[in-house]
């Protein structure tokens, strides 16, 4: 079975702070993303990346980067947290082979004050 | 109009009920379809996909695509309170799939 895990599930930060969350996968998948998840708002793509190295942005990149240096890992950084950006933070991975099937990790419910 | 329409609900149905949970889209470029299931304050998993028009089946769920109508089902037959949780459709041409804002289910005993 394919695993993703998040470094955290729940997170509270203050404003202004610098905030990284990590994202591990362990099936030797090509692609992996970050979405932000919100009531109302469901699943908005932040940034995804197909390869190591490699990042594009998604549909909200504002306020975060992203860093893949591994090809199990995906790291979202929060430059300077914001309130807005309170949110579950959910990573995903998919493999070449079967770019339609998504496996998310549990999330990161993240609070800034 | 958004790509993918789907309604939050919640729906409410009792325990042995079928339930139907619908995705409208507006893309006739997408070429697969999944449905996830979302407990809360967990992430999504992958539930089914298809690729066609026509039904899926495993176990008590069943997943159909109509194309023409561009309209997409899932039914969940003798519905079960563990069947409570927010079910998201997914629809993809490319790599990136689209989501629904999922629909919130509570199946009540």
């Known amino acids: 079975d394919v695993k993703v895990t998040q470094s955290s599930r729940y997170l509270v930060k203050r404003t202004g702070e610098k905030v990284f969350l990590e994202c591990v996968q362990d099936?030797?998948?090509?692609?992996m993303f970050w979405y932000r998840q919100d009531p109302g708002l469901g699943l908005r793509l932040i940034y995804f990346s197909y390869d190591v190295k490699m990042k594009e942005k998604g549909d909200i990149p504002e306020g975060y980067s992203v860093s893949r240096e591994k090809k199990e890992r995906f790291s979202l950084i929060l430059e300077s947290a914001s309130t807005n950006q309170t949110s579950m933070y959910l990573c995903?991975?998919?493999?070449?082979?079967?770019?339609?099937?998504?496996?998310f990790g549990p999330g990161t419910r993240l609070l800034v004050l | 109009q958004k790509e993918v329409e789907q309604d939050p609900g919640p729906l409410s149905v009792p325990e042995g009920a079928i339930v139907s949970l619908n995705c409208t889209y507006s893309?006739?470029?997408?070429?697969?379809f999944m449905w996830y299931r979302q407990y809360s304050r967990k992430g999504p998993e992958l539930l089914m996909y298809?690729?066609?028009?026509g039904n899926k089946e495993d176990g008590r769920f069943t997943a159909q695509v109509d194309k023409s109508s561009k309209y997409i089902s899932l039914f969940i037959r003798d519905s079960q309170p563990s069947d409570s949780a927010t079910y998201l459709c997914a629809l993809g041409g490319s790599y990136i799939p689209t989501f629904g804002r999922g629909t919130s289910l509570i199946v009540h005993p």
């Open positions: 893309n006739s470029a997408f070429q697969y």
């Open positions: 099936m030797d998948h090509e692609n």
């Open positions: 298809t690729y066609s028009s």
């Open positions: 995903a991975s998919t493999g070449t082979g079967s770019v339609e099937t998504q496996y």
